[in-house]
Nanobody
Framework: QVQLVESGGGSVQAGGSLRLACVASGYTYSRYRMGWFRQAPGKEREGVAAIASDGITTGYADSVKGRFTISKDNAKNTLYLQMNSLKPEDTAMYYC??????????????????WGQGTQVTVAS
């Protein structure tokens, strides 16, 4: 059974930083494409960042490009999202997700098979 567990969320002031982590059991990070999504109250879920199965190629939403960095440590089976220069509009529940496929990064939520329970990020102005 696959389980993805996020951590690292919290409350910060605008301009601050957070690093989210996602640890998996029953799932091998090195094989598959993975991503981070977020959902704010009353809004649709948004694909924030994604990483290819090669662990090198990445893709980002325009709203976070240059501020967020996705990476994965295959040895630790952990996915990260480094978030810098946080803005109040980044406030949302953040979810880690994994596919069962290889290839280029994707931020299409319908291509993902496994989801974590989410971690809350709140950015105060």
């Amino acid at each position: 059974q696959v389980q993805l567990v996020e951590s690292g969320g919290g409350s910060v002031q605008a301009g601050g930083s957070l690093r989210l982590a996602c640890v998996a059991s029953g799932y091998t990070y090195s094989r598959y494409r993975m991503g981070w999504f977020r959902q704010a109250p009353g809004k649709e879920r948004e694909g924030v960042a994604a990483i290819a199965s090669d662990g090198i190629t990445t893709g980002y939403a325009d709203s976070v490009k240059g501020r967020f960095t996705i990476s994965k440590d295959n040895a630790k089976n952990t996915l990260y999202l480094q978030m810098n220069s946080l803005k109040p509009e980044d406030t949302a529940m953040y979810y880690c997700a994994g596919t069962k496929s290889r290839g280029l990064p994707t931020r299409n939520q319908y291509e993902y098979d496994y989801w974590g329970q989410g971690t809350q990020v709140t950015v105060a102005s």
